[in-house]
């Protein structure tokens, strides 16, 4: 079992930066695909950023230049870095931890992210 706790959300006016932590307790960090995620109500959840155990990483197109996902495995926290921030990346902010092959799936509470002036 994985427990997930996201952090460093708040309110940021546009073309701002926020760095997001998501901070893992139990298993093997090391071997989790981990994903950030982003919901904003009335909206279905879309995938914001990820990066694979071995350390690649891919990006929605709508944040590729201005986000930036990594991990740390010793500290077994995964972080995205937001850069210029705009109104429309207003949302909550969900980090996830996933096996496929094992049929493992994990979801943190999730954080509050609001660019507005």
């Known amino acids: 079992q994985v427990q997930l706790v996201e952090s460093g959300g708040g309110l940021v006016q546009p073309g701002g930066s926020l760095r997001l932590s998501c901070a893992a307790s139990?298993?093997?960090?090391?071997?989790?695909?981990m994903t950030w995620y982003r919901q904003d109500p009335g909206k279905q959840r879309e995938l914001v950023a990820s990066i694979t155990s071995g350390a690649s990483t891919d990006y929605a197109d709508s944040v590729k230049g201005r986000f930036t996902i990594s991990r740390d495995n010793a500290k077994k926290t995964v972080y995205l870095q937001m850069n210029s921030l705009k109104p429309e990346d207003t949302a909550v902010y969900y980090c996830?931890?996933?096996?496929?092959?094992?049929?493992?799936?994990?979801w943190g509470q999730g954080t509050q992210v609001t660019v507005s002036s």
């Open positions: 996830n931890a996933a096996k496929p092959a094992w049929g493992l799936n994990y």
């Open positions: 139990g298993g093997i960090f090391g071997m989790y695909a």
